[in-house]
């Protein structure tokens, strides 16, 4: 069953929402008994979320995770250029949020006329544990309308979400690699070929054998 969940398809933005909602859920309720219980101090609410998230990819198979990678190490797998593009300008942080911490790194790229493109890494390490979930949200997207298209591909034998509008010609495409980064392409002006193009300049092995790599703590950043 485990082989099952790590091969999901489902968009992911889509997921992590939901896990996030379930597990503000699951806080909210124990600070509730808490309040009750006249003795008990109230959790924090950062690390009674990241706690179930935690626990939640414990119980799901995952691996616990990591301090996520520096943000410096994702900028640098981000290309130089693309094809028919220069590299206009680029950024990055390592950040907390209700307890789940991440890093990422962005670019973006600029053609002619209003031609660009943005290419994102996010390791989202403090909901690794949890990706399989995916696999109980609605597989296979294929919708089309006179607007665009969405729909799940698989390229270079790793599946991605795809989508299209055709309306400034925004295209996307999304992978989660090593059920840990998430990486987005994100194109207004181009085709989804020059969307694909910019995907394959990723080195997306690379970024893979990172998996097990972990960042730099808190403590020792200080």
Do not use: W
Not at 45 to 52: C, V
Not at 69 to 78: C, I, K, N, P
Request: hydrophobic share 35%; charged share 15%.
């Amino acid at each position: 069953m485990l082989s099952h969940l790590h091969n999901s398809r489902a968009p992911r933005r889509v997921l992590l929402a939901a896990c996030l909602a379930l597990a503000a859920l699951g806080t909210a309720h124990a600070q509730q008994g808490n309040s009750t219980s006249g003795n008990a101090a109230t959790p924090n609410l950062g690390d009674a979320l990241g706690g179930f998230l935690n626990s939640m990819g414990a119980a799901m198979g995952g691996s616990q995770p990591v301090a996520p990678v520096d943000f410096h190490s994702l900028q640098a797998l981000l290309p130089a250029s693309l094809p028919g593009m220069k590299r206009a300008n680029g950024g990055g942080s390592n950040s907390q949020s209700m307890g789940v911490k991440s890093s990422t790194a962005h670019a973006q790229y600029r053609g002619a006329g209003n031609q660009s493109i943005q290419v994102s890494i996010t390791d989202l390490t403090g909901v690794a544990g949890v990706m399989g979930m995916s696999n109980i949200l609605p597989k296979d997207t294929d919708s089309e309308s006179d607007d665009g298209y969405e729909k799940d591909v698989t390229v270079g034998g790793r599946p991605m979400h795809e989508k299209f509008t055709k309306a400034g010609q925004q295209g996307s495409l999304q992978v989660i690699v090593g059920k840990r980064f998430e990486v987005d392409v994100d194109g207004t002006g181009v085709s989804m070929e020059a969307v694909h193009a910019a995907m394959g300049q990723m080195d997306l092995t690379k970024l893979e054998s990172m998996k097990s790599q972990s960042g730099p703590t808190q403590a020792a950043q200080k």
